[in-house]
């Protein structure tokens, strides 16, 4: 009982501190953590213990997972050299860089564990990129390679994390052997994702073909796949993490298109609220624990110390990414026209300064187990960790709070691709709709319903041409309303078809995609109201 009154005080702060970062000039992440510091503190507040194994599975497949849900894959194949290359090189780049320095820093720290740091710390932090980035409207090629780095680079850095923890446990160290072991699970865990998620998809088709589907048990099915993935990937032994994100990639494909729009409006509305939750409640976690590993670590060097220690971490952390990045982007394009030709001095150096870690990086700390096999602390974990929630912090703080400034600064804007792809969704869209109120006016069996189709075709001309430039009864008047509504409801029903065939067809991309859907599932749902609202 006392760990559900636990689990209800943190989603209560974690939306108190949430309302309180709206007044705050920083990163949400910030409140979250310092909020929790001083809770920590407080004295008589519960001691949240955490089990390791526990929290890395209950946050890491949830979020890794959305991350490749909402992932466009058109614009990812088409940046998938940079994308590839940082989530690879940059990492490696990475983990080697800092595990180096911290092993050379920190004496004591075993070798083994300086690199676990540096895995730990190689992961950017999506949520708290996408923040600045979707707000300002940057390049559409940077903003995807940003996207799509944070998303491979999670499973590539978790991976180097739990091969330096194995080689912390075992004691020994080949690279060889590392390599090797490092193709066959991934491979196998992106095999076990894709299969995993077909499988759910064809599961969810065949509840929807006989009638058995509703949107809270489609939503269901979505909140369980990621674990569902993870389990079945650790089962065979190959990497749940890729697994995740092979399910995550395969799911954001199909399921726009494949659910209803009850469905689509409610599995968002969960996951939007459910990575809320994991989100502050692994920045609330860090902020509560930080007293105790304080208390850790202050007995093994002073605190002026400890602080050197970790300012010079998250110095050499932000360094490292501006030298990888530029290689990692600019090698990667041809320099062509097609590709937008190589990118800038400005481009670079924004996607340089992005490099803000957050939850991934948190979770995953905290998940270092508490003992060896033989029950003997695990060496080096409170440092770690302290030093984890430390490079966190201060890359949100220096990086997170300075790096919209430096975008305005750099005069860095959108491309204008994105507006004239929606531009023309939306024209096709109308013009779509338009042709179906056409079709229907030889259907319409009255004077009522031929005035409610008027009605309507009249607005849809309106906004087609917006667009071209940049004493009744009451039983009359609901039959006119309910005619309305079904020539709305058969327009909006044309206009959503043609969206998705754009889609389809590569004309447009998901970030276009995604949002018209959602103001189309919208106006459908009100219609839908109004309509058992009239029928009452």
């Not at 110095?315 to 090698?331: A, C, D, E």
């Not at 975008?407 to 491309?415: A, H, P, S, T, V």
Request: hydrophobic share 50%.
């Amino acid at each position: 009982m006392a760990a559900f009154h636990h689990a209800l005080v943190l989603l209560l702060l974690v939306s108190g501190f949430g309302v309180m970062s709206r007044w705050l000039p920083w990163p949400a992440p910030i409140t979250y953590v310092l909020g929790g510091l001083g809770c920590g503190f407080l004295p008589g507040f519960p001691r949240v213990e955490l089990d390791p194994g526990f929290f890395f599975v209950c946050f890491l497949p949830p979020l890794l997972f959305a991350d490749g849900w909402t992932m466009p894959l058109r614009e990812f194949a088409r940046a998938r050299g940079a994308i590839l290359l940082l989530a690879t090189g940059l990492v490696i780049f990475t983990t080697l860089g800092v595990g180096l320095v911290a092993w050379w820093l920190v004496p004591g720290l075993p070798p083994a564990m300086a690199f676990a740091l540096g895995a730990l710390v190689s992961p950017t932090d999506a949520v708290a990129v996408n923040a600045i980035t979707e707000r300002l409207k940057v390049p559409t090629r940077l903003r995807i390679v940003l996207n799509g780095e944070s998303l491979m680079n999670d499973a590539t850095g978790l991976v180097a994390f739990k091969f330096a923890l194995a080689a912390m446990v075992a004691g020994t160290f080949s690279l060889r052997a590392i390599a090797l072991e490092f193709v066959f699970l991934a491979l196998g865990g992106l095999l076990i994702g894709l299969i995993l998620a077909y499988a759910v998809g064809r599961l969810r088709d065949l509840l929807r073909h006989t009638g058995n589907a509703e949107p809270f048990t489609e939503t269901t099915i979505s909140l369980l796949t990621p674990f569902a993935a993870y389990l079945a990937a650790e089962s065979v032994h190959v990497s749940g993490v890729l697994a995740v994100v092979a399910a995550g990639l395969y799911s954001g494909w199909r399921d726009p298109i494949r659910m209803d729009v009850e469905t689509r409006r409610t599995t968002w509305s969960v996951w939007t609220m459910v990575l809320f939750w994991l989100n502050g409640l692994a920045f609330l976690l860090l902020g509560l624990q930080l007293p105790a590993l304080t208390r850790a670590v202050a007995g093994q060097f002073p605190p002026a110390q400890l602080g050197l220690f970790v300012a010079v971490l998250a110095g050499v952390t932000m360094l490292l990414r501006l030298l990888g990045f530029v290689p990692g982007v600019s090698l990667s394009f041809t320099c062509t026209r097609r590709d937008g030709g190589c990118p800038s001095w400005r481009e670079n150096l924004v996607g340089g300064w992005a490099g803000m870690r957050g939850t991934v990086t948190l979770a995953a700390a905290l998940s270092i187990p508490l003992t060896l096999a033989d029950g003997t602390p695990f060496p080096g974990r409170d440092l770690v960790i302290f030093f984890a929630g430390g490079i966190v912090l201060a890359t949100l703080l220096v990086q997170g709070t300075t790096l919209e400034a430096l975008i305005r600064r750099l005069g860095l804007r959108e491309d204008g691709m994105h507006g004239r792809e929606e531009h023309l969704a939306r024209l096709a869209a109308v013009e779509a709709g338009l042709a179906a109120l056409r079709a229907m006016e030889s259907t319409a069996i009255s004077a009522d319903e031929n005035e409610a189709l008027r009605h309507v075709a009249a607005e849809y001309e309106h906004r087609r041409a917006e667009l071209a430039m940049e004493g009744e009864t009451r039983n009359v008047a609901s039959r006119r309303l309910a005619a309305g509504r079904s020539f709305r409801l058969a327009a909006l029903a044309a206009e959503r078809a043609a969206v998705d065939e754009l889609w389809r067809n590569d004309t447009i991309t998901d970030d276009v995609h995604r949002p018209l859907q959602q103001l189309l599932d919208y106006e459908e749902t009100l219609l839908n109201g109004r309509g058992a609202r009239s029928e009452e």
